[in-house]
């Protein structure tokens, strides 16, 4: 149990144009998501943390306009990278925490989505 | 969120060998995790110890926690080729965010 996916696995997309990245948590009800991002050869990097039915908390030094971060569902959140830029390339990682597991801070990773910006 | 230290940042050993990796973090946990990752996958969870405990096993996983000098190590022992990935700890506070360390690139050679 507990399975996490996201779509699209890899992105390619032109700069100045907009991607839209889905989390969606399968078999388990997900209150809280978290976005990372891991540039290569390097750690995750929490990026913001949403809960549903709220607007998302970003870390400092991340630019909430251009992370648009939708969590309308128990079941799903969205990561939108607006106006992508080649800078922006990298591993985009979501996580999901469920109400069953409210005490045991367990969460559960997606297998990543691969954004290349040309 | 803070970053903790790693160390080795790459790790090279023969199949059968122990592996011992280091991870120091900043601020006072609730827990602290350990991750690997396979390149350019997902994270895989391997084992959680919580503030409270001291040491952990999991198979041939040991995690051991020193809440007093911020650090954890994770030894893998009797290594295999599939274990060969990236490593990583994430110490976990009370609000729930994992921050996680800068990993150690284990190669298993066979």
């Known amino acids: 149990g507990a399975v996490v996916s996201q779509h699209p696995s890899w992105v390619i997309c032109k700069s100045g144009t907009s991607v839209k990245i889905e989390c969606r948590s399968l078999?388990?009800?997900?209150?809280?998501m978290f976005w990372y991002r891991q540039f290569p050869k390097q750690s995750l990097m929490l990026m913001a943390t949403?809960?549903?039915?709220?607007?998302?908390?970003?870390e400092q030094g991340v630019e909430k306009d251009k992370f648009l971060i939708n969590h309308a569902s128990l079941t799903l959140s969205t990561l939108t990278v607006t106006s992508a830029h080649p800078e922006d390339s990298s591993f985009y990682i979501c996580?999901?925490?469920?109400?069953?597991?409210?005490?045991?801070?367990?969460?559960?990773f997606g297998p990543g989505t691969r954004l290349t910006v040309t | 969120s803070q970053q903790g230290e790693e160390d080795p940042q790459a790790l090279s050993i023969q199949e059968g060998e122990n592996a011992t990796m280091n991870c120091s973090y900043k601020?006072?946990?609730?827990?602290l995790q350990w991750y690997r990752q396979n390149s350019g996958r997902g994270l895989v969870h391997l084992i959680l110890?919580?503030?409270?405990?001291r040491e952990k096993h999991s198979g041939r996983l040991r995690v051991t926690l020193d809440t007093s000098k911020k650090s954890s190590s994770l030894l893998i022992t009797a290594s295999r080729a599939a274990d060969t990935a990236s490593y990583f700890c994430?110490?976990?506070?009370?609000?729930?965010?994992?921050?996680f360390g800068a990993g150690t690139t284990v190669t298993v050679r066979a």
């Open positions: 996580s999901a925490r469920g109400a069953q597991t409210l005490n045991s801070y367990e969460q559960y």
């Open positions: 078999d388990f009800q997900a209150t809280t």
């Open positions: 949403s809960n549903e039915g709220s607007k998302a908390t970003y």
């Open positions: 601020t006072s946990i609730n827990n």
């Open positions: 110890i919580r503030s409270n405990e």
């Open positions: 994430a110490s976990v506070s009370n609000d729930y965010k994992l921050s």
